[in-house]
């Protein structure tokens, strides 16, 4: 550019070319930043903005029943018997407080301490955000034997608070419809609010939620619904957690109380399981990166434990030798599983995703109650302290084993094509970015893959059979096979930081897109879930960082002559067979990728241009975990129960 242009671009730059938003045209305009993303996790956090408006009034003692409603066009009906947002005229803003509350950001009982000592939401950014990036929301309030009641379009009030009529009792119901402009998907995953309602109704003893689907009847025509209601709190909430899983103890160990102001709730116990299982939430919001009350938690923990151990002399000595074995902190949480939930009245979230308690005044208050819950638990349990340090002293023993499995795989891990697995066929591009490894269902799908494929970003590697299902054996046994041994291997990635000896160190990661590609089958099934057990318990980053997809291969393929049509669902096939017409029409089912050509596979199932991927997420940690103890485990009722309500390859294999 030359400087004569740049000298006019600059004259040209005034006050005219500044773009000032009102009122909630920001968030239509820029909704990611307010919600994290348009897809599937931003709609369903409308509903819990919503809901947690509801969730501050229980907090607060005034709301005692919430009831949820995905409607049969997909809104939402939230409806609580909390005080009802104020209709009275606000001073400053000159209109009814209601309309206030739901056009204005940052506006709401929350930010005075006087209505609310602490106030879930991650964001802040309230009911007035969903009512920008809903098409149409109605609010009604029962309030002083009154019912009010207004309407808003994309956040605009359609007219002024008005009284509609007599009401009994007082709370809210807000029914609100995203808007379809703004999101790429509008249909409600109704597991997806259940789980969270499940969640909250454990975080938050003595209150009942209720959720219903309207749009999926039952067979007696009522709809689908769930209510969820604890008297025990976090010791339910352990329950339902561990509820596939052997557990060590009797009872759970439980405290709940305050610490320098601070509540804190923290239910614990162990299992016979290998792996570590700590929920951590902050004010319900369920802190996924750890933080401050994380590490106060485990510090507590380890040192509470190792103290009693050392006390009572029982930690024993290494074979041959007169020195004791050595327990690392992360001994003493395998086969733990945990929930600690504190309520902070100014939390300061940090990390990657805003997801990480940052405030350290809350390191020490949840340290010393963990401590202090600990020291009388031992002391007035010896027999159940004893087995859960004989638990810690296998799992150390254990430890060191895969540690000298692991660093036989760090050993091989080297950048030379001699250090990779031999059935790898590795990509040109040297770039993690652009790079994308598939992991392949046996030898005869890999051969099509590996002819299939664009080799300059595209490395295959074939799996041999089902990988080994780590949810039921431990490090050692984990790291030593020779399945998952190449996928360390083939990623460039290992275990163990100096910091964290069960973090994943990504630096060396190879390929930042990492896709299970298996035949759309019961075997295909069962080693995708192999897999995805795999990573959210060995490589859980992978998932958090995006990095993980399923490839999806296509059902059927449809043929008249030379018109052929490819179609991934039941209703792709019925829609294929009117495009084509029913005489001479040939429809091929594929069980297997290696039923399809190279040209085949590439064009359905490999070419960016035309492939569906589906990422892997992790929406709620509790609920994943509770799925894969399930699904995973050794309790056949359950898994057998969950797998006939959700199957969808019933009919397969016929």
């Given at each position: 550019?030359?400087?004569?242009?740049?000298?006019?671009?600059?004259?040209?730059?005034?006050?005219?070319?500044?773009?000032?938003?009102?009122?909630?045209?920001?968030?239509?305009?820029?909704?990611?930043?307010?919600?994290?993303?348009?897809?599937?996790?931003?709609?369903?956090h409308?509903?819990?903005?919503?809901?947690?408006?509801?969730?501050?009034?229980?907090?607060?003692?005034?709301?005692t029943?919430?009831?949820?409603?995905?409607?049969?066009d997909?809104s939402?009906?939230?409806?609580?018997?909390g005080r009802?947002?104020?209709?009275?005229?606000?001073?400053?803003e000159?209109?009814?407080?209601?309309?206030?509350?739901?056009?204005?950001?940052?506006?709401?009982?929350?930010?005075?301490?006087g209505?609310?000592?602490?106030?879930?939401?991650?964001?802040?950014?309230g009911?007035?955000?969903?009512?920008?990036?809903?098409?149409?929301?109605?609010?009604?309030?029962?309030?002083?034997g009154?019912?009010?009641?207004?309407?808003y379009?994309?956040?605009?009030?359609?007219?002024?608070?008005?009284?509609?009529?007599?009401?009994?009792?007082s709370?809210?119901m807000?029914?609100?419809?995203?808007?379809?402009?703004?999101?790429?998907?509008?249909?409600?995953?109704?597991?997806?609010?259940m789980?969270?309602?499940?969640?909250?109704?454990?975080l938050?003893?003595?209150?009942e939620?209720?959720?219903?689907?309207?749009?999926?009847?039952?067979?007696?025509?009522?709809?689908?619904?769930?209510?969820?209601?604890?008297?025990n709190?976090?010791?339910?909430f352990?329950?339902?957690?561990?509820?596939?899983?052997?557990?060590?103890?009797?009872?759970?160990?439980?405290?709940?109380?305050?610490?320098?102001?601070?509540?804190?709730?923290?239910?614990?116990?162990?299992?016979?399981?290998?792996?570590e299982?700590?929920?951590?939430?902050?004010?319900?919001?369920n802190?996924?990166e750890?933080?401050?009350?994380?590490?106060?938690?485990?510090?507590?923990?380890?040192?509470?434990?190792?103290?009693?151990?050392?006390?009572?002399n029982?930690?024993?000595?290494?074979?041959?030798?007169?020195?004791?074995?050595?327990?690392?902190?992360?001994?003493?949480?395998?086969?733990?599983?945990?929930?600690?939930?504190?309520?902070?009245?100014?939390?300061?979230?940090?990390?990657?995703?805003?997801?990480?308690?940052?405030?350290?005044?809350?390191?020490?208050?949840?340290?010393?109650?963990?401590?202090?819950?600990?020291?009388?638990?031992?002391?007035?349990?010896p027999?159940?302290?004893?087995?859960?340090?004989?638990?810690?002293?296998?799992?150390a023993?254990?430890?060191?084993?895969?540690?000298?499995?692991?660093?036989?795989?760090?050993?091989?891990?080297v950048?030379?094509?001699?250090?990779?697995?031999?059935?790898?066929?590795?990509?040109?591009?040297?770039?993690?970015?652009?790079?994308?490894?598939?992991?392949?269902?046996?030898?005869?799908?890999?051969?099509?893959?590996?002819?299939?494929?664009?080799?300059?970003?595209?490395?295959?590697?074939?799996?041999?059979?089902?990988?080994?299902n780590?949810?039921?054996?431990?490090?050692?046994?984990?790291?030593?096979?020779?399945?998952?041994?190449?996928?360390?291997?083939?990623?460039?990635v290992?275990?163990?930081?100096?910091?964290?000896?069960?973090?994943?160190?990504?630096?060396?990661?190879?390929?930042?897109?990492?896709?299970?590609?298996?035949?759309?089958?019961?075997?295909?099934a069962?080693?995708?879930?192999?897999?995805?057990?795999?990573?959210?318990?060995?490589?859980?980053?992978?998932?958090?960082?995006?990095?993980?997809?399923?490839?999806t291969?296509?059902?059927?393929?449809v043929?008249?002559?030379?018109?052929?049509?490819?179609?991934?669902?039941?209703?792709?096939?019925?829609?294929?067979?009117?495009?084509?017409g029913?005489?001479?029409?040939?429809?091929?089912?594929?069980?297997?990728?290696?039923?399809?050509?190279?040209e085949?596979?590439?064009?359905?199932?490999?070419?960016?241009?035309?492939?569906?991927?589906?990422?892997?997420?992790?929406?709620?940690?509790a609920?994943?975990?509770?799925?894969?103890?399930?699904?995973?485990?050794?309790?056949?009722?359950?898994?057998?129960?969950?797998?006939?309500?959700?199957?969808?390859?019933?009919?397969?294999?016929?």
């Open positions: 550019m030359s400087e004569e242009i740049k000298k006019q671009n600059a004259e040209d730059y005034s006050a005219s070319n500044i773009t000032v938003l009102e009122g909630l045209e920001a968030v239509r305009v820029r909704p990611a930043m307010y919600i994290g993303d348009v897809n599937f996790r931003g709609l369903h409308l509903v819990y903005e919503v809901v947690d408006n509801s969730i501050d009034e229980a907090l607060a003692g005034f709301c029943k919430i009831y949820v409603s995905i409607n049969e997909n939402i009906t939230v409806i609580d018997n009802g947002i104020p209709v009275d005229m606000h001073e400053k000159h209109r009814s407080a209601l309309e206030v509350v739901m056009t204005v950001l940052h506006a709401g009982g929350k930010f005075d301490k209505s609310y000592k602490v106030s879930g939401g991650l964001h802040g950014v009911v007035s955000c969903v009512n920008a990036l809903s098409e149409h929301m109605t609010v009604e309030v029962r309030r002083g009154k019912l009010y009641r207004q309407e379009s994309k956040g605009k009030p359609l007219y002024p608070v008005k009284e509609v009529g007599e009401a009994e009792g709370g809210t807000v029914t609100f419809k995203p808007d379809g402009t703004i999101f790429t998907i509008t249909e409600y995953d109704y597991n997806t609010l789980d969270r309602m499940r969640e909250l109704a454990y938050n003893k003595g209150i939620l209720t959720i219903e689907d309207k749009r999926h009847p039952e067979e007696d025509g009522s709809p689908l619904s769930n209510r969820f209601f604890s008297e709190g976090l010791r339910d352990l329950a339902h957690l561990d509820e596939n899983r052997e557990k060590l103890m009797p009872e759970p160990i439980y405290m709940e109380g305050e610490r320098n102001g601070i509540p804190i709730e923290v239910a614990l116990e162990y299992n016979k399981s290998f792996s299982n700590i929920h951590s939430y902050v004010n319900n919001i802190t996924h750890g933080g401050t009350h994380l590490s106060g938690f485990r510090n507590g923990l380890t040192r509470t434990l190792k103290a009693y151990a050392d006390k009572e029982l930690i024993p000595f290494k074979p041959k030798t007169k020195e004791k074995i050595e327990i690392s902190p992360d001994d003493f949480r395998e086969g733990l599983t945990a929930v600690i939930s504190v309520k902070v009245a100014e939390p300061q979230f940090e990390g990657q995703t805003k997801t990480k308690l940052g405030n350290n005044e809350v390191r020490g208050a949840v340290d010393k109650a963990v401590s202090e819950m600990m020291e009388n638990y031992l002391e007035e349990h027999t159940e302290a004893r087995t859960i340090v004989s638990k810690v002293v296998l799992a023993e254990a430890r060191i084993a895969a540690r000298k499995a692991r660093e036989s795989v760090q050993r091989s891990t950048f030379s094509s001699a250090g990779l697995p031999g059935k790898l066929a590795d990509c040109q591009d040297n770039d993690p970015a652009v790079c994308e490894i598939y992991f392949v269902e046996g030898d005869s799908a890999g051969g099509s893959a590996k002819q299939g494929r664009d080799r300059k970003f595209q490395a295959i590697l074939p799996l041999r059979g089902k990988i080994l780590v949810e039921k054996a431990s490090q050692d046994r984990a790291f030593d096979s020779e399945e998952i041994r190449n996928i360390y291997t083939a990623l460039g290992h275990k163990g930081t100096d910091d964290d000896p069960k973090a994943l160190n990504l630096e060396k990661l190879r390929y930042h897109k990492i896709i299970i590609m298996t035949d759309a089958d019961v075997d295909g069962h080693i995708d879930t192999l897999m995805l057990t795999f990573f959210f318990r060995y490589m859980p980053e992978l998932i958090e960082n995006g990095y993980v997809y399923l490839a291969p296509p059902l059927y393929l043929k008249k002559g030379t018109k052929r049509i490819y179609c991934w669902s039941e209703e792709d096939r019925e829609r294929a067979l009117v495009e084509v029913d005489k001479g029409v040939h429809v091929q089912r594929y069980k297997g990728l290696g039923e399809m050509n190279p085949q596979l590439w064009e359905t199932t490999m070419d960016p241009e035309n492939r569906q991927l589906r990422q892997v997420t992790i929406e709620n940690a609920s994943t975990d509770y799925i894969f103890s399930m699904l995973m485990g050794d309790d056949v009722p359950p898994r057998r129960e969950f797998i006939e309500r959700n199957a969808t390859y019933a009919n397969i294999d016929a």
